[in-house]
């Protein structure tokens, strides 16, 4: 990432949190102003909608460009496919360093459109010319995942989008799976991606968006360490289906293994909610609870404990309970916070606050009735028991 | 720890931006001292009360036969009634103007409530029939119902939920569930989604004007945006093998009847609602034009004439980054 880039990346942070910090009361407009005035960028800002435009436009405009291309230099044996994707890829790799870089706005969603093309482009390539050269199945996989994971890993260093470093991750966790006996090799490689990230976002100096970056990393890490010791995964050998040759014997998990897959599901939880309230990490709080109900449904899933409908009405009630006493509880301490955590807004949560119902309701919104005048055998929308109506049958 | 926004902080202190206080707020922050989990706890609400409603739906759907339907009625509607009575005790005054919920878990349990009615009164109705053949009018009952609440209450969640269940009683689903818009067979369903569309955004300028939970009118205006110009989009795609020349030349009006007012009414929401509605038009167009290869001269040409119409037209927006 070029220096100017970094100034920009970490005003583009300071800027966030004070705009998140005026909508929480925090700060007043005097102040605001005051920060705007220093630390904007020199380029007009586009908000949300307008970028999701544009990077559908650039998406859209430079794929068919590219198939013009195909077209105009009469590209069709599989080879040149592949060298015509290399080149296309570096091309929109250079194009969205001259767009971060040129731009009258910061950001575009251009710049997300080209890398996400040059970066699918570059992996592509791959897959193309390697079927080019024969090699096909895990021979291929083999050679075209360590690219992929340095394709992505590259464009996370250089533009600092965070998804791709996550991507590369997940990449060089799909390699290991290639090799026999995977799952402690995963295990081991996850455990080292997330040690070496945990000691990254502790001591490095990183720019906001290689920041989130390396937290994503560290989260894909741990959530794989998950997908192997659990007990599910462990019993139905998830990770080694990825790796089987096809006509090769299936994986069959001992009783040894799936005793320690039933241990790991109990307590991976718990150590990362632990280890996430202990270090006040939110990301890690997050994937503690959502790892913890991925086993409890693991658990159901095995047991049938109770009744479908009061598995799911009393784990609801569990949590929306427990999400009340909790905000109570944080609001009645001291400045209304205990041991670090508050249930106060900080930054931006105002504006999520407002969608978060909404989005809750339309996911709830009842099934529309089917219309009398269609012809048999084709219905609308129209079908289930939904929580707020009924399309006439059960 | 967050390095950066840290000495961020003591710079905008050092220069007076800050105050001491704000400074050392803002610090804990920046070290990682003060963690919100605010977010988190909403979720967590979110996905309890989505828990609980499907809860009561497979509970209704598993034990018909178990338990009578006067249990199940009235054990929902004893639900349905315990949360409409928090909501009852803990709201604020009503206003026409916005306002704040009273606590983090009001809105949420003012949805349970009106989600749990909705499960009763579909329940009753297809266990005594009370609507008979008109059965599906028991979605508008719910839909003013809900209506009803939002308003009293200031709820834009339910206010979306009202207007969800308003469309499902038109045979229309909001969330486009199968792509029942786009079937061939579906004319019926698309003109509804435009009537109720164009009801929506009326709507939606009349609450604004007279100045009666104007805030809503956002609410009102991207569903109705959404059905109007889904629909035209829908017809436009619906026709298969030929361009529909009723559908076709409504989406290009609509489109442009919503671009030209949300320019001049610097709304980007609707702008770019109509500017893809518009985008789905001309690739519809493109397509019909059989242009083999120019198609994708055209298409690409087109996407960057969108982009530079875009860059040009956002200097008459204002909104926030």
């Known amino acids: 990432m070029k220096q100017a880039w970094r100034a920009v990346d970490r005003a583009a942070e300071l800027l966030a949190a004070a705009r998140g910090w005026l909508a929480a009361g925090l700060i007043d407009?005097?102040?605001?102003?005051?920060?705007?005035?220093?630390?904007?960028?020199?380029?007009?800002?586009?908000?949300?909608?307008?970028r999701v435009l544009v990077f559908i436009c650039v998406v859209v405009g430079a794929s068919t460009a590219t198939t013009v291309g195909f077209i105009s230099f009469g590209v069709r044996s599989a080879g040149g496919v592949g060298v015509a994707l290399?080149?296309?890829?570096?091309?929109?790799?250079?194009?969205t360093d001259i767009v971060i870089d040129r731009s009258a706005f910061v950001p575009t969603g251009a710049e997300a459109a080209t890398s996400l093309l040059a970066t699918g482009y570059l992996c592509a390539a791959a897959f193309v010319l390697l079927d080019d050269l024969h090699l096909h199945g895990h021979e291929a996989l083999r050679l075209t995942y360590p690219w992929c994971a340095v394709v992505f890993a590259l464009a996370a260093w250089r533009w600092g989008f965070r998804f791709y470093a996550g991507?590369?991750?997940?990449?060089?966790?799909?390699?290991?799976?290639?090799?026999p006996g995977a799952r402690l090799l995963w295990i081991a490689v996850a455990a080292l991606i997330a040690a070496w990230a945990s000691v990254a976002r502790a001591t490095r100096e990183l720019t906001p968006s290689h920041r989130g970056g390396v937290e994503l990393v560290r989260?894909?890490?741990?959530?794989?360490?998950?997908?192997a010791i659990n007990y599910y995964s462990v019993d139905t050998g998830f990770l080694e289906e990825i790796?089987?040759?096809?006509?090769?014997?299936r994986h069959h998990a001992g009783e040894v293994s799936l005793l320690l897959a039933a241990l790991g599901s109990a307590l991976f939880p718990l150590a990362v909610l632990a280890w996430g309230l202990r270090s006040r990490d939110r990301a890690l709080i997050t994937l503690g609870i959502v790892t913890a109900a991925l086993s409890l449904?693991?658990?159901?899933?095995?047991?049938?404990?109770?009744?479908?409908?009061?598995?799911?009405?009393?784990?609801?009630?569990a949590l929306a309970v427990a999400s009340v006493l909790l905000e109570r509880w944080l609001r009645s301490g001291l400045d209304a916070e205990r041991f670090g955590f508050t249930a106060s807004a900080l930054y931006d949560e105002g504006r999520r606050e407002r969608l978060l119902p909404v989005a809750a309701a339309l996911a709830m919104a009842p099934a529309a009735r089917v219309m009398p005048e269609e012809p048999p055998g084709v219905t609308g929308s129209g079908g289930g028991f939904g929580g707020g109506g009924a399309d006439g049958s059960f | 720890m967050n390095r950066t926004l840290l000495e961020s902080v003591g710079r905008l202190r050092a220069r007076g931006t800050l105050t001491d206080a704000q400074a050392g707020f803002f610090g804990r922050i920046a070290r990682g001292e003060l963690v919100s989990v605010r977010l988190e706890l909403q979720i967590a609400l979110w996905i309890g009360v989505t828990l609980i409603a499907a809860g009561a739906g497979t509970l209704v759907k598993e034990n018909l036969a178990h338990l009578g339907p006067v249990t199940i009625g009235a054990g929902i509607a004893l639900a349905a009634a315990l949360c409409l009575w928090y909501v009852a005790r803990a709201a604020p005054p009503f206003?026409?103007?916005?306002?704040?919920?009273?606590?983090?878990?009001?809105?949420?349990?003012?949805?349970?409530?009106?989600?749990?009615?909705g499960t009763d009164l579909a329940y009753l109705e297809t266990q005594y029939k009370i609507l008979g053949p008109n059965w599906p009018w028991h979605l508008l009952l719910l839909s003013l119902i809900q209506l009803a609440f939002a308003f009293r209450y200031d709820s834009r969640a339910v206010l979306s939920l009202a207007l969800a269940s308003f469309a499902a009683w038109r045979g229309v689903a909001i969330s486009f569930a199968g792509g029942a818009l786009f079937g061939r067979h579906e004319e019926a369903i698309r003109v509804n989604a435009l009537v109720v569309g164009a009801l929506f955004v009326a709507a939606g300028m009349l609450i604004e004007r007279a100045g009666r939970k104007a805030h809503f009118e956002p609410a009102f205006g991207n569903l109705g945006l959404l059905l109007l110009l889904g629909a035209a989009v829908a017809g436009a795609y619906g026709g298969y093998n030929h361009l529909d020349m009723v559908w076709f030349p409504a989406l290009a009006v609509f489109s442009a009847a919503t671009i030209a007012f949300a320019y001049r009414a610097r709304r980007s929401d609707y702008f770019a609602q109509g500017v893809i509605a518009a985008y789905l038009g001309f690739l519809r167009l493109a397509v019909e034009l059989h242009f083999e290869v120019g198609l994708f001269y055209l298409v690409s040409a087109g996407s960057f004439g969108v982009l530079l119409l875009l860059l040009w037209a956002h200097r008459r927006f204002k909104e926030e980054p």
Do not use: M
Not at chain 1, 86 to 95: C, D, H, K, N, W
Not at chain 1, 219 to 227: E, F, G, S, T
Not at chain 2, 95 to 102: F, K, L
């Open chain 1, 219 to 227: 989260i894909v890490a741990l959530a794989a360490i998950y997908v």
């Open chain 2, 95 to 117: 206003s026409w103007g916005p306002v704040a919920s009273p606590t983090l878990a009001f809105d949420y349990v003012l949805l349970l409530g009106v989600l749990l009615i």
């Open chain 1, 167 to 179: 991507a590369a991750a997940i990449f060089v966790l799909l390699l290991t799976a290639q090799v």
């Open chain 1, 86 to 95: 290399l080149v296309f890829g570096v091309a929109l790799a250079v194009l």
């Open chain 1, 29 to 50: 407009e005097r102040a605001f102003g005051a920060i705007s005035a220093d630390y904007s960028s020199p380029g007009r800002q586009l908000g949300p909608i307008w």
């Open chain 1, 297 to 317: 449904t693991t658990i159901r899933f095995y047991f049938h404990i109770a009744p479908l409908w009061l598995v799911l009405a009393a784990s609801g009630a």
């Open chain 1, 243 to 249: 790796g089987r040759i096809i006509g090769a014997q």
